[in-house]
């Protein structure tokens, strides 16, 4: 059995910055899901991205997904909204041949939404981590995420995501990714 993901899969995470984070009801508990994702990708060898919006103004990405990330991270800054506006992002995705964002981060109706359209309208595959996204208005959230399921993403849990990646109770990884979610919970 193969220790590494699907080839072409990386981990997208979107704008966590402290600054947004503070602004969102549930900010404490996304950041907990990031991390995870974070973690579970760097475990799995796959590629994690970062974007930070308007990063001069608004402060870097949070200094624990930073950290949890390690050293091999890439991160982007930006003004558009979608990360694809960010400068050198796509180059990224070509040099790791990315060819499936999964995707975690704020605010789901503004660049969660907007990135997620824009990979599938460049024919990416996507899925957005439904537990590791969050927006201001939850209503608003939701709305979002039924639309781009309709679009053509998976919207599922990080555990669900990263237990099929794992596929088996006996893969090397396995017991190292079980206790990343009990520490999460």
């Known amino acids: 059995m193969s220790e590494t993901p699907a080839a072409g899969v990386a981990l997208l995470v979107v704008d966590v910055q402290p600054t947004f984070l503070k602004a969102m009801a549930e900010g404490e508990v996304c950041l907990r899901r990031c991390r995870l994702a974070v973690e579970a990708a760097r475990l799995l060898g796959m590629p994690v991205l970062f974007t930070e919006q308007v990063p001069a103004k608004l402060g870097p990405t949070h200094s624990d997904l930073l950290a949890a990330a390690g050293e091999g991270r890439a991160v982007f800054g930006k003004t558009a909204f979608s990360a694809f506006g960010a400068p050198g992002l796509t180059e990224g995705f070509a040099k790791t041949k990315v060819s499936h964002l999964l995707i975690c981060g704020l605010e789901i109706p503004v660049c969660v939404y907007q990135t997620a359209t824009d990979a599938l309208r460049e024919g990416m595959g996507v899925t957005i981590l439904s537990d590791a996204v969050i927006g201001r208005r939850p209503a608003d959230g939701q709305a979002c995420l039924e639309a781009l399921r309709a679009a053509g ?33």
């Open 153 to 185: 993403a998976h919207v599922l849990p990080t555990e669900t995501v990263f237990y099929a990646m794992l596929g088996d109770a006996t893969h090397p990884r396995f017991r190292v990714f079980t206790e990343l979610v009990k520490q999460a919970a």
